[in-house]
């Protein structure tokens, strides 16, 4: 065999190694990058998952008080003017297609110091859902808080607590960080105003994150059960802070 033969032999090979191995990766690299959501998975690899917060300790006695679903045109403003009259703030997890509805409300919500964060757009239960439902479910809500208020969210709760690794990784991305809760009040299922009071100030400690509702349908035991809660865990030396505040300090 000679020298010119052996040469367009490797040559051969190596044009069926391009044809056989790189061609179709480089096709498929390029079809994802043409999809917005596919780059945005793909790019995910290199970003950490969204840190998850259920409570946080410290030592001064702070915990969050924070309200699901809203807003709710009688309830959230009752709600507000009862935080109002106590000067505490609180966070809102807002459910998108109710921000489109009563915007106001936002703007009242962050007028008076509050912090929003994002519930979904359609009250999705994100752990069952596809990656470009999530996606949709944290961007819509997220554009329809900012153009209620210029506002961005920086954190997520996903509707009924329940996530998992690809919620925890797509939220991550888009830069929000999983807050659950460790008191839930059950207040969406009309608990009487006695029991919700009893549960929260039995099982309260300092750095809990506690689940109220603002939009339930029906009548709402919330606002009766803060007028009575929040008194009493102020007398007892805590302090109400926004979720961002009791996770971020000390
Ligand atoms: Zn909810």
């Not at 999809?35 to 259920?54: G, N, Q, V």
């Not at 470009?132 to 997220?142: F, K, S, V």
């Not at 009071?197 to 809990?208: A, E, I, Q, R, Y």
Request: net charge negative.
């Amino acid at each position: 065999m000679t020298v010119d033969k052996l040469i367009k032999g490797k040559a051969k090979r190596i044009l069926c190694f391009i044809l056989s191995f790189i061609l179709p990766i480089y096709m498929i690299n390029f079809v994802f990058a043409n999809s917005p959501e596919e780059f945005i998975i793909t790019d995910a690899r290199t970003y950490s998952e969204a840190d998850i917060y259920k409570n946080h300790e410290n030592s001064s006695k702070k915990i969050a008080i924070t309200f699901d679903d809203g807003p709710h045109p009688q309830y959230t403003a009752q709600i507000l003017d009862i935080l109002k009259k106590y000067n505490i703030p609180a966070t809102f997890f807002v459910v998108g297609t109710n921000v489109v509805r009563y915007p106001e409300l936002i703007t009242r919500e962050i007028d008076e110091g509050h912090e929003i964060g994002n519930h979904t757009y359609n009250h999705a239960y994100l752990k069952n859902e596809r990656r470009g439902t999530i996606l949709n479910e944290i961007i819509d809500t997220e554009r329809a808080i900012f153009e209620a208020a210029d506002y961005r969210p920086k954190h997520l709760r996903p509707p009924g607590g329940m996530y998992n690794k690809e919620v925890c990784l797509l939220a991550g991305r888009l830069d929000y960080d999983i807050i659950i809760w460790d008191i839930d009040t059950r207040d969406w299922a009309k608990t009487p105003t006695d029991k919700i009071v009893n549960n929260v100030l039995t099982n309260v400690k300092s750095g809990d994150i506690i689940l109220f509702h603002d939009f339930i349908c029906g009548k709402s035991p919330t606002p009766e059960a803060l007028e009575q809660i929040i008194p009493k865990l102020l007398e007892q030396g805590y302090s109400f802070v926004t979720v961002s505040e009791l996770i971020y300090t000390n």
